[in-house]
């Protein structure tokens, strides 16, 4: 059902009117705001309105503030006004703008309205703007002269224009329509544009800007209009995609980057452009109503993004200033949601490059308009426990920032470098929550064309460079510039730490790099996976990530299985869900034979929630037994250059059973191990249980350092258990959410578990990846704390772990190198 016509009565741009309350109501006076824009030469209008509540005639007194210290000539239509009791009066102040202020330069006045005794009653504030030429958003004549230019002497430049042209050359203007459907648990009506239904017109009005083909310009001209249309378009509905601030922001940033694209191209009527601009105006406003310092988030920082563009086009300052420093503003976005580390605070590589990718546009939006934002400093803000719309911790969530506070402000260069200490060798960023391996954004051409640094660099030199930005805002020829990510690395806020091995450093295609995960949870994106292994690269092969299966935000499988512990390489407790509170590094350690890093933390676990259509969020809650403690968990890493060790210590006050669990890819063979037992279809069939997601269990029961071998494309990993020595474990098939797209629902991904019962467990299992052939000859370890391998190389590596059953004490890690001639080399880790 459609919801009733807006109707708007606005000027240029959006004036706020304000009720006068006289002092025997004893009261503080609301400010009233009026924002206008115009040219060199015109005069403008600012209209307020005046209101006597009371019984009692008024007199009032208008008069500006230090009007010695004003630029442009203001003119107040009555400076002395009789205001009958019960009454209003609209009053008008006009201002001549001089050429004395640069286009995009704007002067604050302030009105003040006075009793007939000289007290204050409130004041306006009049905002007046010197006019900018179209465009001046995302692109000016500068830059789309400075593209024209690259593709005459960049290839890339010239085949990235070419494909731009084929883009607009097929073009479609896609249909408007009223949509209206179920989201769950609720219903309501939308235009049916996607998200990125303006940003592809963006760019077409890219090419009609770059080779003039006015076929161009009449779509686009037809789009925007529908859009504006007062009767169909935006106005009668109040939703343009799916009503969801993300989608509406995205498709606003766009719009207004379209309309300032084309708006001096003379083909826009009067009444054409009104529409356009209260278009605009209204989700504007609807942007306002809804910002909150409780609503940290992409979906706010978009439509803030959207909002901000919208206000830029309209060169509305006041609404520019509230876009930037009112609660939930970009202000509060950046100083509450960017992390010391850098990183967005829900730690996604999509949600975190989209927050970062926005942010830049808008530094770019402004700095055409005259205002640098790329190196501000935006004061820290303390970032809620909890979202707007829910209890702290529903459904296992926590929304606050972990780890350490090390500068007082954020900057948008912060945000430009963070993630290149979690890419790959190919700039690749690691798998971490609601993601997956991401390769380089197109935000990375903004922020080096800002910060010129050689990190910058190296990412766009493994990008395609195939993208508007990079057309628009790229460098014809970037520099050389060595890998920045070659030595171990930890981010304590995100929580992840890139062991890398140093034996063969100077290839980074052949680079052994082992992620890990232990830090803030990250909203409604955060996985429930402290300690978890996130990835291992190896030979340019990564063989995990955080989204190896994936169901959609509306399904059970969603926070059922892939938000899970149990969707991790960790141990879990009582087929249950960790709980998201802090864990913390205590060991990380960089040396030329090793890389280590342990992680402690002592969490309580809980049933999983499950899915319940019939409510908003759809899901059925879960709490904390009370006769389960909280269980200490240790998970010790060593990396060599040649595989990997993980030890892990599990220590409750009750019995508990633990899981340790492992989800490769191409099973091919497990030695010293006999399978027990019939096959299972689903591994549990306990509703409250993540495992009834693992089907085609097999339990097997293995003897001394069971062996199981995988592999994928040509890369291999053989897995040794060498503690416990002998025990119970269980092969099984990975849940699979659909269609397979890179690493996610890979039908050859298999589970492996080890089960240990008891107040304690210790699982000590060794890895290596490889390529070619295993470089592991044989395997010898009588306890838990000493291991001796034989490489085939005729070397030994004697490891000695001390200390990882005694939570009380510092574990420390000793290995020996013992080469084929006898010479030693040994490391300790601390």
């Known amino acids: 059902m459609l ?6 009565r606005l000027g240029l741009l959006l004036s706020l009117c304000v009720w006068i309350s006289l002092p025997c109501l004893g009261q503080e006076f609301p400010v009233g705001i009026s924002s206008k824009a115009g040219d060199a030469g015109s005069t403008i209008e600012h209209r307020i309105t005046l209101n006597n509540p009371t019984n009692q005639s008024q007199q009032l007194s208008l008069a500006f503030n230090e009007p010695e210290a004003l630029g442009f000539t203001y003119h107040i239509e009555n400076k002395e006004i009789t205001l009958p009791a019960g009454s209003s009066m609209e009053q008008k102040v006009l201002v001549d703008i001089n050429e004395n202020y640069p286009k995009g330069a704007y002067e604050n006045a302030r009105l003040l ?3 007939r005794d000289e007290k204050l009653l409130t004041y306006f504030d009049l905002f007046t703007v010197r006019s900018k030429s179209h465009p001046f958003l995302l692109v000016n004549p500068e830059l ?5 230019i690259k593709i005459k002497t960049a290839p890339w430049a010239k085949e990235n224009a070419l494909e731009l042209k084929n883009l607009a050359d097929n073009y479609e203007v896609p249909k408007r329509e009223v949509i209206t459907k179920a989201r769950p648990t609720k219903v309501w009506s939308s235009l049916n544009y996607s998200p990125q239904d303006m940003e592809i017109a963006f760019k077409v009005g890219l090419a009609y800007k770059l080779f003039g083909n006015q076929e161009y310009l009449e779509k686009l001209k037809k789009l925007i209009l529908e859009v504006a249309d007062a009767e169909a378009g935006y106005l009668s509905i109040g939703a343009a995609t ?23 191209e003379e083909v826009f009527s009067e009444q054409e452009k009104s529409d356009i601009e209260n278009t605009m105006k209204h989700f504007l406003h609807t942007s306002r109503e809804h910002m909150s310092s409780l609503g940290i988030m992409n979906h706010q920082a978009s439509a803030n993004v959207g ?7 309209l060169e509305d300052i006041e609404a520019i200033h509230f876009m930037i420093k009112a609660d939930g503003g970009m202000a509060d976005q950046i100083g509450r949601g960017v992390m010391s580390d850098g990183w967005w605070f829900e730690g996604t590589p999509g949600y975190c490059y989209l927050v970062t990718h926005k942010y830049l546009l808008a530094a770019q939006a402004l700095s055409n308009y005259g205002w640098d934002i790329y190196h501000y400093p935006f004061p820290y803000k303390y970032k809620s ?8 911790g529903f459904t296992g969530m926590k929304f606050e920032i972990w780890g350490p506070v090390k500068q007082p402000s954020r900057s948008l260069s912060d945000m430009a470098h963070a993630y290149i200490p979690m890419m790959d060798n190919s700039a690749n960023l690691v798998a971490n929550n609601d993601g997956v391996l991401t390769s380089p954004h197109p935000f990375y051409e903004i922020a080096y064309r800002a910060y010129r640094s050689p990190e910058l660099a190296w990412v766009l030199s493994h990008s395609e460079r195939d993208s508007w930005e990079a057309l628009m805002y790229g460098i014809d020829e970037l520099p050389l510039a060595e890998d920045p990510r070659m030595a171990t690395a930890s981010l304590p806020n995100v929580g992840l730490t890139a062991l890398r091995a140093q034996g063969i450093k100077d290839d980074s295609e052949k680079q052994f790099e082992v992620y890990t995960k232990y830090g803030t949870h990250g909203g409604w994106h955060g996985h429930f996976d402290r300690t978890a292994l996130l990835d291992i690269n190896k030979d340019g092969h990564h063989y995990f990530g955080t989204e190896m299966a994936w169901f959609g935000y509306g399904s059970p499988g969603y926070k059922e299985f892939v938000q899970t512990s149990a969707a991790h390489n960790m141990v879990v407790v009582d087929e249950m869900q960790q709980e998201a509170i802090p864990a913390y590094q205590v060991m990380l350690y960089s040396g030329q034979l090793l890389q280590a890093n342990m992680i402690e933390v002592r969490a309580r676990w809980r049933e999983i929630p499950t899915f319940n259509i019939d409510k908003f969020p759809p899901w059925d809650d879960k709490d904390y037994l009370p006769e389960h403690s909280p269980v200490f968990q240790r998970r010790l890493t060593v990396l060599t250059d040649d595989y990997l060790i993980l030890a892990d210590f599990m220590e409750a006050e009750e019995s508990r059973t633990y899981d340790w669990l492992f989800h490769p890819v191409g099973f091919r063979d497990i030695q010293r191990a006999s399978p027990k037992g019939g096959l299972l279809d689903s591994v549990s069939t306990d509703h409250s249980s993540p495992y009834k997601y693992f089907s085609q269990g097999q339990w097997y029961s293995f003897g001394d350092r069971a062996r199981l071998s995988f592999e994928d494309q040509g890369h291999a990993m053989d897995l040794h258990t060498l503690w416990p020595k002998e025990g119970t474990s269980m092969l099984a098939t990975y849940a699979n959410g659909g269609k397979q797209r890179d690493i996610r629902n890979n039908p050859d991904r298999r589970t492996y578990l080890i089960r240990e019962e008891g107040t304690q467990a210790v699982f000590i299992n060794l890895i290596e990846p490889h390529s070619g052939a295993a470089q592991v000859e044989s395997i010898s370890n009588d306890n838990p704390e000493q291991i001796m391998v034989k490489m085939k190389d005729g070397s030994q590596h004697i490891i000695k772990i001390r200390n990882l059953q005694n939570p009380k004490a510092p574990v420390t890690v000793d290995f020996t190198k013992i080469a084929k001639d006898g010479s030693q080399q040994t490391e300790t880790a601390q």
Request: overall charge negative; aromatic content about 14%; glycine content about 8%.
């Open 307 to 313: 909002a901000l563009m919208v206000a830029l086009f």
């Open 385 to 392: 426990k909890d979202f707007d719309t829910v209890k702290e």
């Open 144 to 148: 789309l002269q400075e593209a024209g």
């Open 242 to 264: 799916s009503g969801v601030q993300v989608h509406e922001g995205g498709f606003f940033q766009f719009y207004a980057a379209l309309c300032d694209l084309l708006y001096e």
């Open 3 to 8: 919801t009733p016509k807006i109707t708007l």
């Open 113 to 115: 309205v006075k009793s």
